[in-house]
């Protein structure tokens, strides 16, 4: 299955969370695979993935970094696909896990599951890791499995927040939560970047949530508030703030996973929409 899409223009920040690279200015099409970790385990994980391509079903030519995407309760990944193959678009990969208890359709939903997610999202990670460097996959040698970024919306916000705990991976260098909050032992370890999405008349997940997540953070930090809007309507193309959405989050990618300084410069025009949305930064040069 191929997707032509387009990147929105990006139009901020500060910082150098990466060794520069220039990313990518264009729109790659976008092919999507699945797949499952751990097939016989007592979690499966059923991962989606979608990629950069030149048209056809093959990987475009070089390394991209990875994004890790974790969909909110009752949801999936494919119901996101209007942000994420976008991001792919503009020169990432990104994988997302279906969970086995919070995704819709599971057979046993919890809420409560939610606080075994970032162990699952770090299980996807690791298995993108053996499958960049098995020959014969069609991904290997295409992952820049040293650049990664977590993502995720609602309770997969709480589950990106929820990877940043000490002891993680350097391979993780920065996060986007969605309409998400912290979670017991987030946002420790190594300071990394971490930017906050959250609409100011979100009924489900408070905005004060979301605040208090950015109030806990000790690195480099953004907090892009929706004005008006609720739990992700957002997310929705040709919805209200969802250009300037986008094109913040792919500036923030650009810069934390691609080191690029212009996208770091492009950051605050990015995220500034009058009447749209806020911006508050502490990303540091």
């Known amino acids: 299955m191929l997707l032509v899409t387009g990147c929105g223009p990006a139009t901020a920040a500060t910082g150098q969370p990466a060794p520069a690279r220039v990313a990518p200015t264009g729109a790659y099409a976008v092919g999507v695979r699945t797949f499952t970790v751990d097939a016989r385990s007592a979690r499966p994980l059923p991962v989606t993935v979608w990629y950069p391509t030149r048209g056809g079903a093959a990987v475009a030519d070089g390394r991209f970094p990875v994004v890790l995407y974790s969909h909110g309760l009752h949801s999936l990944p494919e119901s996101h696909a209007g942000l994420t193959t976008r991001w ?19 057979a046993r939903f919890s809420r409560a599951d939610v606080r075994h997610q970032p162990a699952d999202a770090w299980r996807v990670i690791r298995h993108l890791v053996r499958l960049d460097a098995r020959g014969a996959d069609p991904l290997a040698g295409h992952l820049d499995v040293g650049r990664m970024a977590a993502a995720g919306h609602s309770a997969g916000g709480f589950t990106t927040a929820g990877m940043f705990t000490s002891g993680r991976s350097a391979r993780l260098r920065a996060g986007i939560v969605l309409a998400g909050g912290g979670m017991a032992g987030s946002f420790a370890g190594p300071a990394a970047p971490v930017l906050f999405v959250h609409g100011t008349d979100d009924r489900i997940v408070p905005p004060s949530v979301g605040r208090a997540g950015y109030d ?20 929705i193309p040709g919805r209200r703030g969802f250009d300037p959405v986008l094109a913040t989050t792919v500036d923030f990618l650009r810069w934390t996973l691609y080191g690029d300084p212009a996208a770091a410069r492009r950051l605050p025009d990015s995220a500034r929409s009058p009447g749209v949305t806020r911006y508050e930064s502490r990303l540091t040069s």
């Open 216 to 235: 806990r953070t000790t690195g480099p930090a953004a907090f892009l508030s929706v004005l008006g809007q609720g739990h992700g309507e957002y997310l």
């Open 88 to 106: 792919a678009a503009a020169g990432f990969v990104v994988a997302a896990p279906a969970y086995p208890h919070t995704r819709r359709g599971a």
